[in-house]
Structure formats: C-alpha cells, structure tokens
C-alpha cells in the first residue's frame, strides 16, 4: 500500500477518534450548566465543504447521532494533495 495513502487514512481515523473522544468526554464529564445531549448536535449531520476556490479544499462527514454518539470523517486537499 502507499506510503501517503496510509498516512491519509491514519490521519482520518486518528482524527474520528479524537472527535468521538471528545465528545464522549464532554458527556461524561459533571457540569454545573443543564444536562446536554448528543442529539443537541443533530444540525451537524450530513455533508460540509469549504468553499471552493481557495488555497485548500475541506470536506467533512458526520453522521446523526445514535447509541450517544456521533462519528465525523474530514479531508482536506491543499496543491492537489490530501493534508493530514
């Protein structure tokens, strides 16, 4: 397998399991404001892209939460190449 297309994927899966980390820290952890759920960030479901024309190129995958928690995926090309 390429070299670069290792490093892409384990860039995109280290960065999924950082944001599912977070998320799942934030859920545990006690605060002093009212409980909060994950489905509070159901608007970030779905497809996201910066806009086009620009240095780099960003896309971004969430999926809807489920089982109190939501799975993200992100990409982004600079020179025609992914950065990680």
């Known amino acids: 397998m ?8 384990l860039g ?3 960065t999924a399991l950082l944001t599912l980390s977070t998320i799942n820290l934030e859920a545990q952890t ?5 409980a909060q759920t994950i489905s509070e960030l159901s ?5 996201w892209q910066t806009a086009a024309g620009g240095r780099s190129q960003t896309d971004e ?3 809807h939460p489920a089982g109190g928690s ?4 992100s ?5 025609g190449r992914a950065r990680v």
Do not use: C, Y
Not at 43 to 47: E, I, R, T
């Open 2 to 9: 390429n070299k670069n297309l290792v490093r892409i994927l």
């Open 12 to 14: 995109m899966v280290s």
């Open 30 to 34: 006690p605060a002093a404001t009212p």
């Open 43 to 47: 608007w970030l479901a779905g497809d």
């Open 61 to 63: 995958h969430w999926t």
């Open 70 to 73: 939501m799975l993200g995926l």
């Open 75 to 79: 990409r982004t090309v600079a020179g």
